[in-house]
């Protein structure tokens, strides 16, 4: 980034929550031309720590504008996934709104996109090319499958990644189809991926002076996060199947209606915590069989072991069984919705639900930045904005006045 796009992001980084410099982030600028989530939720959370973020969007709007709920036609996904971010339209499919984009990229660290393979180069922005005008340049390409390989240009999205990484089919009860998640879980997992990606090629960048291309599969970063299964297969031909909520690791393992209509869950994955909650159900006596002493012989034993257990449970009511859980020691948690992470006193200690002014939308709440530093905290200074709203303070500072902006309108570019 030269001397007057570093000074610009910077600025951006002061209305980002903070003077320059307070922020890890706060000289980078990031190019967000990604749609549908994994790609702008990993720019979300580098411009939560002060990364100038300028979210370019079709003048039609991204398309998460329009889903989930909204309220006074305003997307509320929007709000949370576009906050911190500076708002511009181009449309990246006309020869004028390819020339801006590569004056853009030409000034920034990071650019990240989602579109199939071949669609950046055949709109003349292909990442060598934009590495070669500006070779400090990242480029981090979120597509479905990859930039190789032959499902390369197939259509690539979360629940597809959730299906063939092996997720879905050992979600479910075990006399039951195998179960999607409710929500973007690759998606979320593959942007937590793909911002520790940018983080090593930035930090890389710092010894070679080269920016890279970041090749990230939605398919791939949930298929690690799901553990020893290929492993396991490759050396036992064990294969894992659905339980429930059963683990094959370890025993009581599940969640338990208490008497008042709630649920609980419960996780023994250490010996000592397993000892505990047999103790406090009644049943010391199990605790000396050869089989209690291992989790995954425990497993073989869950039945049993869920009955002594949900037994108890069911002849108490939630907040009795959590807080005599919490006084000998065993893993419980009351099973949540939305109602009761508002109301939980953990979480508004942590201010995990924050509260974000909006011009459009007054305070709205929404999750607050994902952890925390003590020296260089990240912050949320606005929710996302309004469609392009800041298109032309960004071209600005890239040298394009108002008369060219102006023709850039005219010609559909903008």
Avoid at 74 to 81: P, T
Avoid at 116 to 142: C, H, K, Q, S, Y
């Amino acid at each position: 980034m030269d001397q007057a796009a570093k000074q610009a992001a910077q600025q951006a980084s002061e209305k980002n929550g903070g003077r320059s410099g307070q922020k890890p982030l706060g000289t980078l600028r990031v190019l967000d031309a990604a749609t549908l989530f994994a790609g702008p939720l990993a720019a979300t959370l580098m411009a939560d720590f002060g990364a100038d973020v300028i979210k370019i969007e079709h003048p039609k709007g991204d398309p998460v504008r329009t889903h989930g709920h909204q309220k006074d036609g305003v997307g509320l996904w929007w709000k949370m996934i576009g906050r911190n971010k500076r708002a511009i339209t181009l449309n990246l499919g006309t020869a004028p709104g390819q020339a801006v984009m590569r004056r853009l990229a030409a000034d920034a660290d990071v650019l990240i996109e989602g579109f199939r393979p071949g669609t950046l180069e055949r709109w003349n922005l292909a990442p060598a090319d934009l590495i070669a005008a500006n070779p400090r340049l990242i480029v981090v390409r979120v597509t479905g499958f990859g930039q190789i390989g032959p499902y390369r240009n197939r259509p690539g999205f979360g629940t597809l990644a959730e299906a063939m990484s092996g997720f879905a089919a050992i979600t479910g009860e075990p006399d039951g189809p195998p179960t999607l998640p409710p929500f973007g879980l690759a998606d979320g997992i593959a942007a937590l991926a793909a911002a520790t990606a940018t983080m090593f090629a930035l930090q890389a960048r710092q010894v070679t002076g080269r920016g890279q291309i970041v090749d990230m599969a939605i398919i791939e970063p949930i298929l690690t996060v799901l553990g020893p299964q290929p492993i396991w297969y490759d050396q036992l031909g064990a294969v894992q199947e659905r339980r429930g909520n059963r683990s094959v690791n370890n025993a009581p393992r599940n969640t338990y209606r208490t008497r008042d209509d709630r649920w609980v869950a419960i996780s023994t994955s250490a010996q000592s915590v397993a000892e505990r909650v047999m103790r406090l159900v009644g049943h010391p006596e199990v605790i000396d069989e050869p089989w209690f002493a291992s989790g995954a012989e425990r497993a073989k034993h869950a039945e049993m072991l869920d009955r002594m257990v949900g037994d108890w449970i069911a002849e108490r009511d939630r907040d009795e069984v959590v807080r005599a859980f919490e006084e000998a020691e065993a893993a419980v948690a009351p099973i949540y919705d939305v109602r009761d992470i508002f109301r939980d006193p953990q979480y508004r200690a942590l201010d995990t639900i924050t509260t974000v002014d909006d011009d459009e939308l007054g305070p709205v709440r929404m999750q607050n930045v994902m952890f925390r530093l003590s020296e260089t905290p990240g912050s949320i200074a606005w929710a996302g904005r309004p469609l392009g709203a800041d298109t032309d303070e960004v071209l600005a500072e890239a040298g394009i006045d108002e008369e060219a902006r102006a023709r850039l309108r005219r010609e559909g570019a903008l």
